[in-house]
Each structure stands twice: as structure tokens, then as C-alpha cells.
């Protein structure tokens, strides 16, 4: 009995002592952690400092030390774009979920958690590293659809920006046609990114309409620009001196700005240039996903005329999704932001010299369908909506 009771005692011991821990020692991680009280099982965390480099909203970290089954509450501090209705956890480090929605007060929400393993990984929402994008790039250059990897330039911090080009030959004598698609220019919103990630996918797949894309059209896949922020933990909008998509000039500072355009201009010059798409994250409060356009007073009739085919097209498709599209678009012009010229969907307007449709396409991250597999998803329909779109562009004698 007494052999008992003392194996007993040492369990009891080892279940009390066990502590919460809180780890973000990895590409991406961020928390600074306000308080942890292992008895009320409370952790308070806000995203981790960083300086110059924009806006602090992005979290990520894993938390180890749980008793399976025990209730945990975590407390988020910060800004309101750093606290998501629900936030993302993954029992695996690969597959995220949603949490049950928050409880929001002023400056903070609280997620009631509960799991059944010891260690958990908690996120503002599913993260998209270098790691996911070269695993995708490997993933897309296995299959033999033309695809080839190409580095589109190096950060400031030393990464090369991976990227995917389709290049197929001319047929029956008339040009290619011409898209530039790219995620990541801020930080934060790795949801966009995983919205590429489902377009690709889609690309490379069976379905005829991506067949049809990848045979006849140059294509060109930007996965995460600002590479250096991503790996950081960084939030990157608005960081020293401006952030990635205020710094389309004629002076950009950052490479991946100055690649892209001259790799843009090459393709109009080529006249195989048709449609920019920007890829992001809105406001919490956009529920649904919205373009932002150029102003009106930078688009000739023609292109005005191509934009509204483009949104025409796109609402066919993304409107049947569960994030759906909202009705309106909006334009980011003089009264969007000091540097509204220097966007990069701005400065491909008034810089290309085909009546090409450059648009942002802000995904809303604050839905219940904001997830990994509905963004990814979402990226599938863009894909339709952007074969759909081509098929209307009268061809183009070489």
C-alpha cells in the first residue's frame, strides 16, 4: 500500500509541475508574453516588438506544457488587427483550424482554449513561410506542367525571393497572353498567401481550364515579397521607410520591387502583359473579400472598360465561394494615402502600355471561412475566374 501511495505522490507531483511554456524561437514566431499564471492557466501575450519594421499584429508561437483536456485562456493585447474573431491553432505545425470566437473588450480579446496533447501551435492565423513557399515551388516543379523556379531577387537580409514562371511557346502566329500574380508585400497577411497557394495548386492540376491557362499564357508567381518581415515575425506595413507596396517608384528600395517591375516591363513590351493581380489581406471589419482598383483618372476607356470585364468575371466565380465577393469595388487614390502613387497596382497602371487590368484582391481574414483550406479554395475559383477572363482577350498577332 504504502509502494502505492508513494508512485501516486510522484505522478501528483509531476501533474502539478508541469508548466506552461510559451516558445517562438522559429521562422516566424512572434509573442511577447505580458504575464503567464500557471495556476489560473492564463497566458497574456501581445506580438513581439520589432523595430522599423511595421505594424505589430502578427503572433505566432507554439504552447507546450498542457494537461490534456485542462481549459486555457489566452489573452491577446494590441492593436484590432492584432486580435482575430477567432485565431488559428495546429495540432501538427502543418494543418491549422479556428479556435471558437474570442471574446473581445477593449485592447485585448480572450480565446478559451482546450486541447488534448501537451504541445499546440497557436497563430494570428495560418502562417505562410519561406519553408511553405519552397515546398510549393518543389511540390508545383515535380509536375511536368511547364513550370520553372526562378529567383526573382535577394532581400536586404540575405534570402533569396523563390518564384515560378510559365513561359510556352507562341501559337498560330499570335502573342501570349500575360498574367503577374504575387502575395506577401505585407508581413501579416499570411492569409493571402495561402490564397496564391491555392491558385497554384489549381494551376497545376488536371482540370482543363488550368491545362488550357499553363499552355497558352506567361505566367509569373510571386509567393511572399517581403520575405525578410515574414521570417522576422514582423507585421511589415508601414515599417522605415515604407513598407513594399508603397515603394513602387522609380526609385524603389527594396529588390523584389525593383525585379518585379522591370520583369513587368519586359512583358508589356513584349505585349504579352493582360492582368496584375496584388494579393492581401483587408481590415477586420471587411467581411467579405473586395478589389481595390486605380482611380478612374488613370485609366483610359479601353482599360476601364477591360477592368469591369475583369470584375465582371471574377464576381462570377468568386461570388459562388463561401468567402464570396463583395458587390462594390474601391479605389485607391488620392484620398487612400499619401503614397497612393507608389502602389504597386498604381504604378503598373500608369507604367505599362497595353490596356492591361491591375487590381488588389483583399481577402477577408475575419470570417469563419477565413481558413487554410477556404483561402486556399478561394485561390482555386481565382484561378477559373482568371482562364475565364483570357478566353474573352481577342488574340494578338506576333
Same mark, same amino acid.
Given at each position: 500500500?504504502?509502494t502505492?501511495?508513494?508512485a501516486?505522490?510522484?505522478?501528483?507531483?509531476?501533474?502539478t509541475?508541469?508548466?506552461?511554456?510559451?516558445?517562438s524561437?522559429?521562422?516566424?514566431?512572434?509573442a511577447?508574453v505580458?504575464?503567464?499564471?500557471q495556476?489560473?492557466?492564463?497566458?497574456?501575450?501581445?506580438?513581439?516588438?520589432?523595430?522599423?519594421?511595421?505594424?505589430?499584429?502578427?503572433?505566432? +508561437?507554439?504552447?507546450?506544457?498542457?494537461? =490534456?483536456?485542462?481549459?486555457i485562456q489566452?489573452?491577446?493585447k $494590441?492593436?484590432?488587427?492584432a486580435?482575430?474573431?477567432?485565431a488559428?491553432?495546429?495540432l501538427? $505545425?502543418?494543418?491549422?483550424?479556428h479556435?471558437a470566437?474570442?471574446?473581445?473588450?477593449?485592447?485585448?480579446?480572450?480565446?478559451?482554449?482546450?486541447?488534448?496533447q501537451p504541445g499546440v501551435?497557436?497563430?494570428?492565423?495560418?502562417? +505562410?513561410?519561406?519553408?511553405?513557399a519552397?515546398?510549393?515551388?518543389?511540390?508545383?516543379?515535380?509536375?511536368?506542367t511547364?513550370?520553372?523556379?526562378?529567383?526573382l531577387?535577394?532581400?536586404?537580409?540575405?534570402?533569396?525571393? =523563390?518564384?515560378l514562371?510559365?513561359d510556352?511557346?507562341a501559337?498560330d502566329?499570335?502573342?501570349?497572353r500575360?498574367?503577374?500574380?504575387?502575395a506577401?508585400?505585407?508581413?501579416?497577411?499570411?492569409?493571402?498567401?495561402?490564397? $496564391?497557394?491555392?491558385?497554384?495548386?489549381?494551376?497545376i492540376?488536371?482540370?482543363a481550364?488550368?491545362?488550357?491557362?499553363?499552355?497558352?499564357?506567361?505566367?509569373?508567381y510571386?509567393?511572399?515579397?517581403?520575405?525578410d518581415?515574414?521570417?522576422?515575425?514582423?507585421?511589415g506595413?508601414?515599417?522605415?521607410?515604407?513598407?513594399?507596396?508603397?515603394?513602387w517608384?522609380n526609385?524603389?528600395?527594396f529588390?523584389?520591387?525593383?525585379?518585379?517591375?522591370?520583369?513587368i516591363?519586359?512583358?508589356?513590351?513584349?505585349e504579352?502583359?493582360d492582368?496584375f493581380i496584388?494579393?492581401h489581406?483587408?481590415?477586420?471589419?471587411?467581411?467579405k473579400p473586395?478589389? +481595390?482598383?486605380?482611380?478612374?483618372?488613370?485609366?483610359?476607356?479601353?482599360?476601364?472598360?477591360?477592368?469591369?470585364?475583369?470584375?465582371?468575371?471574377?464576381?462570377? +466565380?468568386l461570388?459562388?465561394e463561401?468567402?464570396?465577393?463583395a458587390?462594390?469595388?474601391?479605389?485607391?487614390?488620392?484620398?487612400?494615402?499619401?503614397?497612393?502613387?507608389?502602389?504597386?497596382?498604381?504604378?503598373?497602371?500608369?507604367?505599362?502600355?497595353?490596356?492591361?487590368?491591375?487590381?488588389?484582391l483583399?481577402?477577408?481574414?475575419?470570417?469563419?471561412?477565413?481558413?487554410?483550406?477556404?483561402?486556399?479554395?478561394y485561390?482555386?475559383a481565382l484561378?477559373?475566374?482568371?482562364?475565364?477572363f483570357?478566353e474573352?482577350?481577342?488574340p494578338?498577332a506576333?
Amino acid at each position: 500500500m504504502s509502494t502505492f501511495l508513494a508512485a501516486a505522490a510522484i505522478c501528483v507531483s509531476l501533474t502539478t509541475t508541469a508548466e506552461l511554456s510559451i516558445d517562438s524561437r522559429f521562422p516566424g514566431g512572434s509573442a511577447q508574453v505580458d504575464s503567464l499564471d500557471q495556476a489560473a492557466r492564463r497566458i497574456v501575450i501581445r506580438p513581439a516588438p520589432h523595430k522599423d519594421a511595421g505594424w505589430q499584429c502578427w503572433w505566432s +508561437f507554439k504552447l507546450n506544457g498542457i494537461h =490534456p483536456g485542462e481549459r486555457i485562456q489566452l489573452i491577446v493585447k $494590441g492593436m484590432n488587427f492584432a486580435r482575430p474573431i477567432r485565431a488559428s491553432f495546429s495540432l501538427d $505545425g502543418r494543418t491549422w483550424q479556428h479556435t471558437a470566437p474570442g471574446n473581445s473588450e477593449k485592447d485585448q480579446i480572450t480565446y478559451d482554449l482546450q486541447f488534448e496533447q501537451p504541445g499546440v501551435w497557436l497563430a494570428w492565423g495560418p502562417p +505562410f513561410q519561406l519553408s511553405h513557399a519552397k515546398e510549393l515551388i518543389a511540390r508545383t516543379s515535380k509536375r511536368d506542367t511547364g513550370a520553372k523556379e526562378f529567383t526573382l531577387a535577394t532581400t536586404k537580409g540575405g534570402s533569396e525571393i =523563390p518564384a515560378l514562371r510559365w513561359d510556352p511557346p507562341a501559337r498560330d502566329g499570335n502573342k501570349r497572353r500575360g498574367i503577374w500574380l504575387q502575395a506577401g508585400q505585407h508581413a501579416w497577411e499570411s492569409g493571402a498567401r495561402w490564397v $496564391g497557394a491555392g491558385f497554384v495548386d489549381w494551376l497545376i492540376s488536371d482540370e482543363a481550364e488550368a491545362k488550357s491557362l499553363r499552355a497558352t499564357t506567361r505566367i509569373v508567381y510571386i509567393p511572399i515579397m517581403d520575405i525578410d518581415n515574414v521570417e522576422l515575425g514582423a507585421g511589415g506595413k508601414d515599417q522605415k521607410p515604407h513598407d513594399h507596396n508603397r515603394d513602387w517608384s522609380n526609385e524603389p528600395v527594396f529588390s523584389a520591387v525593383r525585379a518585379a517591375q522591370l520583369l513587368i516591363q519586359e512583358m508589356d513590351e513584349a505585349e504579352e502583359f493582360d492582368l496584375f493581380i496584388d494579393l492581401h489581406n483587408p481590415a477586420p471589419n471587411d467581411l467579405k473579400p473586395f478589389f +481595390f482598383v486605380s482611380p478612374a483618372m488613370l485609366l483610359s476607356k479601353e482599360r476601364a472598360a477591360r477592368q469591369q470585364e475583369w470584375i465582371d468575371t471574377a464576381t462570377l +466565380f468568386l461570388s459562388q465561394e463561401k468567402l464570396s465577393l463583395a458587390p462594390k469595388h474601391k479605389e485607391s487614390g488620392p484620398g487612400y494615402h499619401p503614397l497612393w502613387r507608389e502602389i504597386s497596382k498604381n504604378w503598373v497602371t500608369v507604367n505599362t502600355k497595353r490596356p492591361a487590368v491591375s487590381v488588389t484582391l483583399e481577402t477577408s481574414y475575419n470570417t469563419p471561412h477565413s481558413t487554410q483550406e477556404g483561402y486556399q479554395a478561394y485561390g482555386r475559383a481565382l484561378g477559373r475566374s482568371i482562364h475565364a477572363f483570357l478566353e474573352r482577350t481577342k488574340p494578338r498577332a506576333n
